[in-house]
């Protein structure tokens, strides 16, 4: 399965206008599940471009691999391009010609990384949240194993750069998300003045605000000493009430003297 929340932005061969790939040893399928995956870049100058550009090159690097390498079809067997697209090259079921040697092609899957080893020399965000969903594909579709490596790993050569190396070797992580801003503490300070007014005003709501009806046996306790015992706030009633329980104790205490004597 994919990660929950990870969108495989897959571009079909048809949908990139793929060459029809040449029989029989185009077709050559995997012996064995994939051990893992191996990421390769462009190891040419590069340099991005507008997305609608994307596919024009994935056709050119299948029409290098085809008429320049004679190969069968384009070599990989996944190209991602700086915005994250996952362009089908051979694909989960055809054996990749990009890996080195006929055993290391079935090995491993072959995943090409559109950046240069000049020009755009590092991926984008885009594009390794777009590997690490081309990588999680093999293996949920593949299947491949949990490997995962560089062309150089057991071949001789600078693929996949430096930069994509080391991504790799880290377990391919996938970017992180750009954390929310925070508040700095200078923003969020209160005076001591602050909160004494802010303090105020809570005691206010609590007990002043709400104003009902006194009861018609109550004291007058009103707050309000122009219009006494018209009515309560929660302050008065709070007194009224303090006073009929010490009214009661010694009522209490007086029967118990009583009593006793
Ligand atoms: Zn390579
Ligand atoms: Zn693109």
């Known amino acids: 399965m994919l990660r929950e929340g990870a969108a495989l932005k897959l571009v079909t061969r048809s949908q990139w206008g793929a060459r029809a790939y040449r029989t029989p ?136 750069g430096d930069v994509v190396y080391a991504w790799v070797k880290a ?4 970017p992180a998300a750009t954390p929310p801003k925070t508040a700095t503490p200078q923003e969020t300070a209160v005076t001591e003045a602050e909160m004494d007014r802010i303090a105020d005003k809570v005691v206010d709501r609590l007990l002043a605000a709400d104003k009902f009806n006194a009861p018609t046996d109550a004291a007058d306790y009103s707050d309000d000493p122009k219009n006494p015992g018209h009515y309560w706030s929660g302050r008065t009633v709070f007194r009224d009430l303090v006073t009929r329980v010490r009214r009661i104790d010694k009522a209490v205490a007086e029967l118990a003297a009583k009593k006793e004597s």
């Not at 377990?171 to 996938?174: F, K, M, N």
């Open 25 to 160: 040893n185009g077709a050559t399928p995997y012996s064995r599940p994939r051990r893992g995956v191996k990421l390769h870049y462009l190891g040419t100058a590069y340099s991005d471009r507008a997305h609608d550009k994307c596919d024009d090159y994935v056709r050119q690097i299948q029409a290098q691999h085809m008429d320049g390498n004679g190969w069968s079809d384009i070599g990989y067997s996944f190209v991602v391009c700086t915005h994250g697209y996952v362009y089908e090259g051979r694909g989960l079921k055809r054996r990749n010609s990009a890996n080195g040697s006929t055993t290391l092609n079935d090995q491993d899957y072959a995943v090409l990384l559109m950046v240069g080893s000049s020009g755009l020399t590092k991926p984008t965000t885009a594009q390794l949240d777009g590997a690490r969903d081309a990588i999680d594909y093999c293996r949920a579709e593949g299947p491949a194993g949990a490997w995962i490596g560089g062309h150089r790993d057991g071949y001789p050569t600078a693929c996949p």
């Open 171 to 174: 377990g391919a992580p996938r």
